[in-house]
């Protein structure tokens, strides 16, 4: 494990503005019989003096986040097939034949769209179970960690990309200057990199502090990425807000001077800018949103406990990890959490070591309460379990404050 309080991106000095403390892997859900000692680190937030990038203070090494047994499905949600799929109906291309090559693919979710219809393409995905998946959908995936000398040996051996895609990836990558610069040789003339992450303007104004946790090493912002992409022999040239996840961006990074920046590049740049997004005033003030937010978390679930409630959690997502060991939240407080992923079922929380059951749980017994973990996914789960509602159920969530409905 390395312990850096230098930017990622340009080596000035990082200054923290939150310390969520210690904290598990986020996606590591142990079996029950597992008694060996768990891995810890220290999840705290700094914003760069320098190129203005939020990034955790502290790196956990890639192998121990991404590998075989990486439990995270991206067609797990409904809601996120669908959006992938508008994606791959409009991946912008310039050439009569296309090569897209997407970073981070996952169980094929977006790249099997583009299969289906012959589109030449290739998914990088170091997580060996989830790579597998994608195989199995008909995607050509490479099972490795993207970065400068993969990108060499994909333009060596499969030629320019017209589009690469990264949703949800490139926020996982500290190394991202060496994979940016990479990309900057992948790409066809006229070529674009396309990628999406969590906004941490929609962070801030949402207090969703449950996005920050080890995968998610970067909390892009428009400016930060402007300065990034710059560093890189690359351009800002567009950006979309997006609903999925909280809120996020879709930047589209194109070769210097090869493109003109739309004007929604400016609207957002001077947005953050008006608003002191990373001003130290800001993240202070969102740094005591967040204690308030575990303070009254904590004294709710107590509450209820105490009154003989019957409490459960609603998706064993990644985000739910800060939560549970940011707020001591153990099975004490919260029964089991009800999850749809295979690979998480009968295995245990990370850190907080509540049991991971099946839906089925939780749709045969509800219970009085539920602690809405999957909160970006509301609609799509809320809309699928009204009869938790009808039974006289009531959701809990804490995002963007304390509230039960
Ligand atoms: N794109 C999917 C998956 C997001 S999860 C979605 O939006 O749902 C992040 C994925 O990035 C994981 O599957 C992980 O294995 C992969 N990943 C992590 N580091 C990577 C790297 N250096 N290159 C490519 N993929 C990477
Ligand atoms: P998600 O919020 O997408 O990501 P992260 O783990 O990065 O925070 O995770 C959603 C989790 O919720 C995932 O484990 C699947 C689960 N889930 C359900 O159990 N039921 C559902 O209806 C949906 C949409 C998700
Ligand atoms: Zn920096």
Known sequence: MTTSH??????????????????????????????????????SVGRCEGCGMVQLMEEVPRERMFHADYPYLSSGSAVMRQHFAEFANRAPTHSSDPFVVELGCNDGVMLRRLAERGVRHLGVEPSGG??????AAGVEVWNVFFDEETAAGILRDRGPADVVYAANTLCHIPYVVPVLRGVRELLAPG??????????????????????????????????????????????????????????????????????PSPAVSALLREERERGLTEPAGLRAFAERVDRIRA??????????????????????????????????????????????????????????????????????????????????????????QGFRDSGGQWIRYVPEVHMS
Do not use: M
């Not at 000035?12 to 597992?34: I, K, W």
């Not at 941490?200 to 949402?206: E, H, L, S, T």
């Open 130 to 135: 989830v790579a597998d998946l994608a195989r």
């Open 296 to 385: 009254d978390l904590v004294s709710l679930l107590t509450r209820l406990r105490d009154e003989g409630a019957r409490v459960a959690g609603y998706g064993a997502t990644a985000k739910s990890a800060t939560v549970l060991n940011y707020c001591g939240i153990g099975p004490d407080l919260v029964e089991y959490i009800s999850d749809t992923t295979p690979a998480k079922q009968a295995r245990l929380t990370p850190g907080s070591g509540i049991e991971v059951r099946p839906p089925e749980t939780f749709t045969l017994d509800y219970p009085d309460y539920a602690v809405l973990f999957a909160w970006n996914h509301a609609e799509e789960i809320i809309g699928k379990e």
């Open 191 to 260: 070529g674009v990199l396309v990628f999406e992450d969590p906004y941490f303007g929609d962070i801030v104004r949402q207090s969703s502090f449950d996005q920050i946790y080890d995968e998610h090493f970067y909390l892009f912002t428009g400016n930060a990425v402007h300065n990034l992409a710059a560093r890189c022999g690359l351009e800002l040239v567009d950006v979309e807000r997006l609903g999925v996840h909280g809120g996020e961006v879709r930047y589209t990074l194109g070769r210097s001077g090869e493109h003109s």
């Open 6 to 43: 230098r930017c990622r991106v340009c080596d000035s000095p990082l200054l923290e503005f939150l310390d969520l403390g210690r904290q598990p892997l986020s996606d590591h859900f142990r079996a029950p019989e597992d008694t060996g000692a768990e891995f810890f680190f220290h999840l």
